[in-house]
Each structure stands twice: as structure tokens, then as C-alpha cells.
């Protein structure tokens, strides 16, 4: 058996996908900021950490978000707003070069370069003196007509999803088909 090295209290969770979190600002001015820590917890369910930002206030403030799913063809963009604060840059997705609708279904905005993006209403945020916890029931989920097959279901193959690796702070895209769920492991029974 091979050798292991300990790396003490540290997480490499992966995948981890690469949010985008749109919201609305008091004044209606959209705001998006990127975010790893999250991920689906229900058929209908997304929880989000998020330390303090004007997207947390603004979700708070809204009682709801959009979350895109950053892709292999915005990875600057991707990687810009979540290094700009809204607070320092109010315009910054505008200066990313994106642009925005407002959500038929809640009242934040969504990003139309990306292709694949939940629109959830706010259930709950967890205070923990350093941002929180978001739990987001999701109310719709809206795709871009491109990433859809023959049949009108979602190919994530076409969105190329990309995933922060945190183990080296890469963005990786995920796509590669390896097997079938429900399916594979009946050989072994």
C-alpha cells in the first residue's frame, strides 16, 4: 500500500463549482460576485457561505439570488468579480464586460453570458459574525438554448462548468463523461 502524506485541518472538497451570485443592491443596481464555498443540499435546496460582501447584504436585503455556473468561456470575467468589491467598484459587471436581465421568477438579476443559471428566493441566513450561511430555495432554473441536446435537456458538456481547485487555486473545467449513475455499479451486484 502507498505512503500518505497529512496536511493537517485543511479541506480540498472537490468539486467545487465556481458561483456566480447575482443580487440586486438597494437601489436596484445589479451586483455579482464569485463564490466556491456551496452547492446544491435538496432536490430544491443550494447552500452558499459567504463572509461579509455587499452581495450577503444584498441578499439579505432582497430575499433573493441567482446563481450562474461559470464557465470555460468566462474565466476572466469569473475570476474579476470575485476579486472586485461592489462596494469599492458599483459597476463592476458592466466593467466585466457582461450584461443582465432581471429574473422572471425573483427579484435578482440574470447574467446572459452565462449559460446555465438557478434563481432562488432566500429560506435562510445563518449569521456567523463573519457573513454566513445561505440557504436559497430554488424557485427556476434557466438555461441558454446552446447548451441543450437533441432532446432539449441541459449538456453540461456544452456548458464546460468550471470548478476551483483549491488544493493549487486553478479553475478546472469539468465535462469528461466516465460513467452512468444508477447504472455502473449494478455489476457488481
Not at 443596481?29 to 463572509?51: E, F, K, Y
Not at 466593467?95 to 453570458?113: Q, R, T, W, Y
Not at 443559471?117 to 427556476?140: P, R
Amino acid at each position: 500500500m502507498e505512503g500518505r502524506k497529512n496536511f493537517g485541518a485543511k479541506g480540498v472538497i472537490t468539486p467545487l463549482p465556481v458561483l456566480i451570485i447575482g443580487t440586486y443592491d438597494e437601489n436596484g443596481n445589479p451586483d455579482a460576485m464569485n463564490a466556491a464555498w456551496g452547492g446544491q443540499c435538496g432536490p430544491r435546496h443550494i447552500t452558499i457561505h459567504l463572509s461579509k460582501h455587499k452581495t450577503t447584504e444584498n441578499i439579505v436585503l432582497k430575499k433573493a439570488f441567482t446563481v450562474a455556473f461559470a464557465d470555460a468561456k468566462h474565466v476572466v470575467e469569473s475570476d474579476y468579480l470575485g476579486l472586485v468589491s461592489a462596494n469599492k467598484v458599483p459597476d463592476k459587471i458592466e466593467k466585466a464586460g457582461l450584461h443582465v436581465v432581471n429574473s422572471e421568477f425573483v427579484d435578482a438579476p440574470v447574467i446572459c453570458e452565462y449559460p446555465l443559471t438557478i434563481e432562488c428566493k432566500l429560506l435562510s441566513f445563518q449569521d456567523d459574525g463573519n457573513g454566513g450561511v445561505v440557504i436559497g430555495e430554488i424557485v427556476n432554473l434557466s438555461a441558454s438554448e446552446s447548451v441543450l441536446d437533441e432532446e432539449g435537456n441541459i449538456d453540461l458538456g456544452k456548458v464546460a462548468p468550471i470548478m476551483f481547485d483549491s488544493a493549487k487555486n486553478y479553475y478546472r473545467v469539468v465535462g469528461e463523461v466516465v460513467g452512468n449513475a444508477f447504472k455502473d455499479g449494478a455489476a457488481l451486484m
